[in-house]
């Protein structure tokens, strides 16, 4: 069952929330406490699946000479690969527009090559994939990423307006799972939490419970 907190909070958001003439995106933020950014191995970048999807799937490119059919995700050959190095702005325009990248190991050092300075400030370099293509896109459709690289912030997509309140608190708690699990201290590490439209103020989650007075 979806945490009453986290519906309180989408439906604040929704009240405060000015009418668009189109679906507002939905990101959860996540303030770390206690958290040591100098060390390496606490800064990542990982998927998450969504239970109920982003709102809109994500677009998945794959890099492949030998893969015929990646469902939902468009394929990329080497020789394709060669034209985007003759074109940067091509290049430049595939990363902004493309969520996750998945590859064959054998494209990985052309892609270092031609896409390199685009993916890495972006947090996107390609995933390996080796096999069950369609089943590792299927799932990258319905996923986020989950950053920490120079603050101890993280923000990421949980869903658009359009989406039922209680799809919208799963997927809160599907990422605050993961975070538990991933950060060194668990639970801990969190701090403030917020849900934020496109173009709104940002509403805090109160999942603290109140101290019972002695």
């Given at each position: 069952m979806a945490n009453e907190k986290i519906l309180s909070a989408i439906k604040q958001l929704r009240e405060k929330s000015s009418k668009r003439n189109f679906s507002q995106s939905i990101d959860l933020i996540v303030s770390?406490?206690?958290?040591?950014?100098?060390?390496a191995e606490n800064k990542f970048s990982e998927e998450v699946v969504l239970p109920h999807g982003r709102g809109k799937d994500a677009s998945v490119v794959v890099f492949s000479d030998t893969?015929?059919?990646?469902?939902e995700a468009q394929i990329f050959t080497g020789e394709d690969l060669n034209n985007l190095a003759k074109n940067k702005r091509a290049a430049k325009k595939l990363v902004s527009s493309t969520d996750f990248f998945l590859s064959e190991s054998k494209l990985m050092p052309v892609i270092?090559?031609?896409?390199?300075?685009?993916?890495?400030?972006?947090?996107?370099?390609?995933?390996?994939?080796?096999?069950?293509?369609?089943?590792?896109?299927?799932?990258?459709?319905?996923?986020?990423?989950?950053?920490?690289?120079?603050?101890?912030v993280i923000q990421c997509l949980i869903g658009k307006e359009n989406m039922k309140d209680e799809e919208i608190?799963?997927?809160v708690e599907a990422?605050?799972?993961?975070?538990e699990k991933k950060l060194p201290k668990g639970k801990h590490n969190i701090g403030k939490l917020m849900l934020k439209t496109t173009m709104g103020e940002p509403v805090k989650i109160e999942l603290q419970e109140a101290k019972q007075a002695k």
């Open positions: 770390l406490r206690e958290f040591d950014l100098k060390k893969i015929k059919d990646a469902g270092g090559k031609v896409l390199g300075q685009f993916v890495g400030p972006r947090g996107k370099l390609p995933k390996i994939v080796a096999s069950d293509v369609k089943s590792v896109v299927k799932n990258l459709r319905k996923s986020v990423r989950v950053r920490i690289k120079d603050a101890p608190a799963e997927n990422v605050l799972a993961f975070l």
